[in-house]
Structures are given as C-alpha cells and as structure tokens.
C-alpha cells in the first residue's frame, strides 16, 4: 500500500514505512491510503466465525502489504494486541470495551502497533530512533507505555508541570529506561511548540534521527480498525445483522478507523460520531460549513478539540454527502454527562467514564427522537476505563474498582527533568 499526503495535489505517494516515520507529510497534511483496500469475499464472508487475531491480522495486512510480512506481522499483532476488546451487553445495546490495555485507554492499540512496527523497520540499524511526543495527559502515557523497553527506540515525552493528574504523570515519567519525560513549565501549546522546533533544528537533526508519535499518524491509526472488525464481527455473531458504533471523538482518528474498517467491508450499518461541547463536526454535519475554533474545557477533555486535526483526513476521503450517508452528529453537554454516568450506573450497575458516557447520552438522545436507530444493534465505543476518571465518576456514583494495570502505578516514582518553556534550553537537554 502506498499513502500520499492530502494537500498533495500531484499526488506523490510514499510507502507506509514513509509515511509511519515521517508522521506529518512534509507538506503539512496527514497521510491517507491510496486505495481504500477491501476484504476477499472468502475473508468477508468468514469474519464472524474467526478469532479476533485472525481478524485483526486481515485487517491490518492491506495496509502494510509489501513491506511488512505476514509472519512478521502476525508476531507484531500478537505482542501489541495482547488484551482483549471485549463486547460487554449493558440493557439494549452493546459496550465495546477498548480499555483492558496497560493505560487503560484505547490508545494502547495505536501506541503499542505503532510501537512494534518502528522497531520492525528499524531492524539492523545501528543509530537509535529519537520519538518526541507533547501530550496533554494520556497520548503520552500510551505512548511511553507502548515504547518501553523497544530495542533501538528511545521517548522524549514533554508535559505541562502541574497540569496533568497524578496517574497520567506516572504513566509518562514513571517508567524510566528508554523513555525521558519533560515537565515543561508552561501549557500544552507550549510543549507542542517545543517539539515543532525541535524538528526544524538542523543541528538537533544531524545529531539525532527524530520521529513523532502523535495522533495524524496513520501507524496508530491502522491499528485501530482492527478492534472495529473484530468488535461488530462478534455483534453480527450475536444478532445476525451490522451494528451501528457510537463513536466518542475529539480529534476524530478514532472515527476515521472505523470508516476505514465499514469501507472495507466489516458489518456496520452506520455510526454516530459524539463530542462534548467543542461541536465542530456535529454542526459541520448539519450545517455544511467547517467552522474550527479554539476548544472549551469539559469533563471529558481528552476530546476538548475544537480543530479536529483528522478532519482533513475525513474531509479528504469522504464528500459532506457521503458522511451524512454513514455518520449522525450528536453532542452532549457535561451535565447530562454526569446524569448519565450516575443513571446507569444505577440502573444497570454497569461505570461509563465521562468519553464513554458522552457516547451513551448521544444514543439516548437519538432514541428519544424516534431516529433510525430504533431497533437495530447499537454498540457504544468505551474508550477509558472509569478508574482513570475517578475525580469525576466516584463523586457521582461511589468508589470506582481499579483494574489491575492501573493498581500499581501510582507506586512508581516521577522522573522528570524540568524545564522552562524555551526552545534552546529544551534542545540543549535533548
Ligand atoms: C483520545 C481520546 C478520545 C478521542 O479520540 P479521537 O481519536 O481523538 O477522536 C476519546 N476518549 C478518550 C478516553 C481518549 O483518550
């Protein structure tokens, strides 16, 4: 498979190891396949009775073809995808869990695959891999846990100091060995500032081969289908038809998997794309005009994005008309967040974090408007477990139980260097 960028007009394509490298295209936009690639009609025909490595492996095998092997891939899928993604039934309608990972965040798949892929085309290079990643929390958790302990890869992860939560600061400084954590004193911006300069810096450059992990980049990305397959394969096995998937989006890389796994012939009917407040694509669904802004703060604020950066990528792929053939906007305010997290909670016993809650309330809200999706197999995307959001959710219902891969996190000591939010005195340390 070859990708090219999408503000490339003449359409230059590169291969996958290219683009995964590269991250951002050096024209500024996001790389995307040439071709969407599809099932065999035999693959197709069979995914609800194969197992979810076979499942992910077809999947992912397109998208790589050429350049990675199949065996190589499959020891690749095996390691990375070592946890389950489990389709909970909760009352009417399905919960596909994606936080049984070691950050307990659907992040884990895009990190870990990323992860095992860059050490697999680094194979027999002497010079290590330099990844720099800015995070506003739980991107660089993911990512630190995906790379730790990757031969020939190390992690410079920058931080704002103070503005992350305890948890998120152990999942990112906590690890030592191949990952270095910076706690830049200043904001997100700041430390994406520093990260951007870091990769023009010539000098900075001959010293280092330097990479990014951040979210545009179609390595995490890929990954990401594999769990819509396996998820709506096991809601077909279950109900005989295509499920619809409940997406809760802010930079929306999450949805755009999904849409690549629906045009490759997985059984899904449709999806609702939820957001919080920051509405951009809700209101660009319903009104036609793509208006991004500057993002507000919510209690789900790993989608606090008011400039969706994989909207091009979906804009690029998809028509408004095509969209709305596939995708319902729905967004939710944080209070009905709260009330929903604390009534199912009661009712069905059952914990969404503040992300999935916004996706169950986006379902209920289109339910009650007597929408298409009454009657037809709906499976909302839990994309955190309600643990990494107990400020939030044990006000609301009680205690929350804290699954094993979080339980010992919080015993790990923060290693951190600390700097000023200064391009040279970041560049100098590195
Ligand atoms: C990152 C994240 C999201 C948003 O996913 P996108 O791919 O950016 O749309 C939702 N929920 C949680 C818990 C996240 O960490």
Request: hydrophobic share 45%.
């Amino acid at each position: 498979m070859r990708y090219y960028s999408t503000r490339n007009k003449d359409k230059k394509a590169v291969t996958f190891e290219r683009a995964a490298l590269t991250g951002l295209a050096p024209d500024g936009g996001l790389f995307v396949p040439e071709v969407m690639p599809e099932y065999p009609s035999a693959v197709k025909s069979s995914l609800p009775v194969m197992n979810r490595h076979d499942i992910a492996f077809e999947t992912i095998k397109p998208f790589v073809h050429g350049e990675i092997p199949d065996a190589a891939l499959g020891d690749i899928l095996q390691d990375a995808f070592n946890f389950d993604a489990p389709l909970a039934r909760v009352k009417d309608r399905y919960v596909l869990e994606l936080f049984h990972g070691p950050t307990a965040a659907f992040k884990d798949f895009g990190a870990r695959f990323m992860a095992r892929t860059f050490s697999y085309f680094r194979r027999g290079e002497d010079k290590p891999l330099h990844i720099l990643v800015a995070t506003s929390g739980d991107t660089g958790g993911a990512v630190a846990d995906g790379f730790f302990g990757v031969a020939g890869i190390s992690v410079t992860v920058l931080y704002p100091k103070g503005r992350v939560s305890p948890l998120q600061e152990r999942q990112i400084a906590g690890l030592g060995g191949n990952i270095s954590a910076f706690a830049v004193e200043g904001t997100f911006d700041d430390c994406q500032r520093l990260v951007k300069a870091a990769f023009a810096d010539e000098g900075l450059n001959k010293r280092m081969l330097l990479s990014s992990a951040n979210s545009i980049n179609i390595a995490r990305l890929v990954p990401q289908t594999a769990y819509y397959a396996v998820g709506a394969a096991r809601a077909l096995r279950e109900t005989g038809t295509a499920v619809t998937f409940c997406v809760p989006s802010g930079n929306f890389g999450n949805l755009t998997a999904g849409m690549y796994a629906r045009e490759m012939g997985a059984p899904i009917w449709r999806f609702i794309a939820a957001t919080n407040i920051n509405k951009t694509v809700p209101d660009y669904l319903e009104s036609g005009v793509y208006a991004p802004r500057t993002s507000t703060p919510t209690i789900s604020n790993a989608m606090d994005v008011g400039a969706p950066s994989n909207f091009e990528r979906m804009n690029a792929h998809w028509s408004l008309k095509r969209l709305l053939e596939t995708l319902t906007g729905v967004f939710i305010s944080d209070e009905t967040t709260r009330e929903t997290i604390k009534r199912v909670h009661d009712r069905y016993g059952y914990i969404l974090d503040p992300h999935t809650a916004v996706g169950w309330a986006a379902v209920d809200a289109l339910q009650s408007d007597g929408a298409a999706i009454e009657g037809v197999p709906v499976g909302v995307l839990a994309t955190a477990h309600p643990a990494k959001f107990a400020e939030i959710v044990e006000p609301l219902i009680g205690a929350v139980p804290v699954p094993p891969a979080l339980q010992t996190v919080m015993e790990r000591n923060v290693i951190a260097t600390t700097i000023p939010a200064d391009i040279s005195a970041f560049i100098d340390s590195l």
